[in-house]
């Protein structure tokens, strides 16, 4: 068996993943994938990878905690999404962009040390992915998680580097928030695993949000009507609806930090431009590019 880790990152998913995956959690089940309930491990988890204390759990401990989570007798593929596996939001710049992160999983993996690992990760342009997290940790209430930070010294390529460096051997598979409209299709796949042609139900979930309901019904009768040949022709197809009928407001994030200036932001997106060439990069991490 393997365990699959949707990481998150915060800011970029809202749990959209795996309200999919749950959905047609039958459907996958048939191919081994087993898809349980976050509310079924996320609190068992974080309170047994903090009484372990990054020592590796027992053969017992394991199958206990496996078999409170799952209700199948054995699965090839185990699907757990939680956005705070790198760190809860109030922390996640504490000493660097989850400059913890890397250990925080090592302890969560160490709960099944006899069972293969994998994680999955989306990142997201801090010009746009520091404001929403600031207003997620303020809404919670707690302090200004930027107050004292320089946006400009944080980098996603350290977080990653963290999660390579603690739990070696352990695939990571990363893609920009920015193209998920435009991959969500290959990026269910990465993270579920199951086989091609399976038709996944409301995998349309995401450009609901971001498309009109006009554009949304057109963009479905026009992909019933002329079916995507390959995965360059739907992101063709997709770009082009986006454009013609995206919700402004979905797609403009406006950015609202006291001292930002436009100057700033630019200088952040494009660290974050250079920053995603060095991820795709490094040994160990595969890249989903749209």
């Known amino acids: 068996m393997r365990i699959v880790y949707h990481l998150g990152a915060h ?41 372990l ?52 999983l090592r302890a969560f993996t160490r709960i099944f040390p006899d069972i293969e690992a994998e994680f999955c990760l989306a990142i997201r342009n801090p010009a746009t992915f520091l404001p929403d997290l600031r207003a997620r940790a303020r809404q919670k209430g707690h302090e200004d998680i930027l107050d004292g930070v320089d946006p400009l010294t944080l980098r996603w390529s350290r977080a990653v580097r963290g999660i390579l460096d603690h739990n070696p051997g352990v695939p990571l598979t990363v893609w920009c928030d920015e193209d998920t409209p435009l991959i969500w299709p290959e990026v269910l796949a990465v993270v579920s695993g199951h086989a091609t042609g399976t038709v996944l139900e409301d995998a349309d979930e995401l450009l609901g949000l971001l498309l009109t309901d006009i554009g949304l019904a ?68 595969r890249l989903l590019e749209a």
Not at 11 to 19: G, I, K, Y
Not at 79 to 89: E, G, K, V
Not at 232 to 255: C, D, H, N, Y
Request: net charge negative; charged share 25%.
């Open 11 to 51: 800011c970029t998913d809202d749990d959209r993943l795996v309200r999919c995956l749950l959905k047609n959690r039958a459907r996958l089940a048939e191919q081994g994938i087993v898809v349980p309930a976050p509310t079924r491990y996320r609190k068992l988890l974080r309170d047994t990878a903090t009484q």
């Open 53 to 104: 204390r990054g020592a590796a759990a027992s053969e017992e401990t394991e199958a206990m905690i496996l078999d409170q989570i799952m209700d199948e007798p054995a699965a090839d593929r185990l699907i757990l999404s939680w956005s705070s596996f790198l760190s809860f939001p109030a922390y996640a710049l504490s000493g660097g962009l989850y400059a913890q992160g890397g250990e925080r």
């Open 218 to 285: 057109r963009f479905h009768a026009y992909c019933r009507e002329h079916p995507p040949q390959s995965v360059s022709q739907r992101r063709r197809i997709v770009t082009a609806f986006l454009e013609k009928f995206g919700r402004p407001e979905q797609i403009e994030m406006p950015i609202e930090i006291p001292g930002w200036t436009g100057e700033l932001v630019e200088e952040l997106t494009q660290a974050y431009l250079a920053d995603v060439e060095r991820i795709a990069q490094m040994p160990g991490v």
